[in-house]
């Protein structure tokens, strides 16, 4: 599905057919396995932040609180202007829901096809791809409650859990997790994923890694 979102579409109809079923089958659709919920079960009432590239919204459909929780790379539920024109974006969940039921042929009706509200231009996912991603008001305010949070923290015994992150972005959370461990002697680091990347030597005797599906070591 990835993939293909990059697939050059004739029309905007095709365009929107593909990505109306992406957002349904991954925004608003219930995730296919019960890790989100097993994570939250185990976080219990402590006090903790999530901090994500991911951008389907399966942490807070799971339970958790939307005040603790910083989806640095966008949201599938989200439009913004392509240009863009503005700073803001949109909840897209009736539209995507008209486009998923209306589409014939894979198409969906002209009169279906987004546009900014504004300047006329057609939306785009609010995914971080270029520099035309929109930081909203709503980014802004969840990238502060995280700093927040980990100044909090910042002389505290605090586990930085790293779940399914490799080499993609990982100045986000991975660098970011190892610098703060190794500035916090009471700080320990957790990564569970597969074919985990061997951590720093300054915070070996602090970390542990796991190569293993994650939906398993949680339920172990």
């Known amino acids: ?19 109306s079923r992406y957002i349904f ?3 608003y659709e219930p995730p296919p396995r019960p890790v989100y919920d097993r994570l939250r079960e185990l976080v219990g009432d402590r006090d903790y932040f999530v901090l994500t590239t991911n951008v389907d919204h399966c942490f807070q459909r799971a339970g958790f609180d939307k005040r603790r929780l910083f989806y640095t790379q966008g949201d599938y539920g989200l439009w913004q202007c392509s240009l863009p024109c503005h700073r803001e974006t949109y909840d897209n969940e009736a539209a995507v829901r008209r486009m998923w039921a209306e589409q014939r042929d894979m198409r969906v009706p002209p009169e279906l096809v987004p546009r900014c509200p504004r300047c ?11 520099h035309t991603f929109v930081q909203d008001r709503g980014w802004y305010a969840a990238a502060r409650r995280y700093e927040e ?5 910042s002389g505290g015994a605090v586990l930085y859990l790293e779940l399914g992150v490799g080499l993609n ?6 660098y970011n997790f ?11 680091y957790l990564c569970v994923g597969r074919d ?3 951590v ?9 890694c796991l190569d293993a599906d994650i939906g398993e070591a949680l339920a172990g």
């Open 120 to 130: 006329g231009r057609p939306m785009a996912m609010n995914l971080r791809a270029d």
């Open 196 to 198: 985990p990347v061997p």
């Open 25 to 27: 089958i991954n925004r």
């Open 1 to 19: 599905m990835y993939s293909g979102g990059f697939y050059p579409f004739e029309t905007p109809e095709e365009r929107w057919a593909y990505w």
């Open 178 to 188: 190892w610098r703060r461990v190794l500035q916090n002697p009471r700080a320990r």
């Open 200 to 208: 720093p030597r300054e915070i070996q005797g602090r970390s542990l």
């Open 149 to 153: 949070f980990t100044q909090r923290h």
């Open 169 to 174: 972005t990982p100045g986000i959370i991975k």
